[in-house]
């Protein structure tokens, strides 16, 4: 994925914000902010708005191409798990880890709460 990609969905409000990056050989920190604009909350539960499950794989899955280089198509998910909700203006972390060309994993969390992390193969 490239920047021009990113841009335009941040145009349309799709990402969070990213706030940092600490970028290793096959691995990733970014600490972001889930800004209370984004399209995920509109119409998603009147309520309390929360950043769907699916949301939080596609960011995970767009952040794993642009920052360890891995194919885009997903061929299978497995161990996710979802703990906690994500909401409006919540600063969390998310670590993507490269577990082999087309495998990685993330995390979601803040402190010592896990919000949500799976296992990725993409091919």
């Given at each position: 994925m490239n920047e021009q990609i990113l841009m335009k969905n941040n145009a349309q409000k799709l990402l969070?914000?990213?706030?940092?990056?600490?970028?290793?050989?096959?691995?990733?920190?970014?600490?972001?902010?889930?800004?209370?604009?984004?399209?995920?909350?509109?119409?998603?539960?009147?309520?309390?708005?929360?950043?769907?499950?699916?949301?939080?794989?596609?960011?995970?899955?767009?952040?794993?191409c642009e920052y360890l280089a891995?194919?885009?198509?997903?061929?299978?998910?497995?161990v996710l798990k979802f703990q906690k909700l994500l909401l409006p203006d919540m600063k969390v972390q998310l670590v993507l880890e490269k577990k082999?060309?087309?495998?990685?994993?993330?995390?979601?969390?803040?402190?010592?709460d896990k919000f949500a992390s799976a296992r990725v193969v993409l091919g």
């Open positions: 969070p914000t990213i706030n940092s990056v600490e970028q290793q050989p096959d691995s990733v920190l970014l600490t972001i902010t889930i800004d209370a604009e984004l399209r995920c909350f509109q119409g998603h539960f009147d309520d309390v708005a929360v950043v769907p499950g699916v949301v939080q794989l596609d960011w995970a899955i767009t952040f794993a891995m194919p885009g198509d997903v061929l299978d998910i497995s082999s060309p087309e495998k990685f994993s993330f995390c979601y969390f803040k402190d010592d």
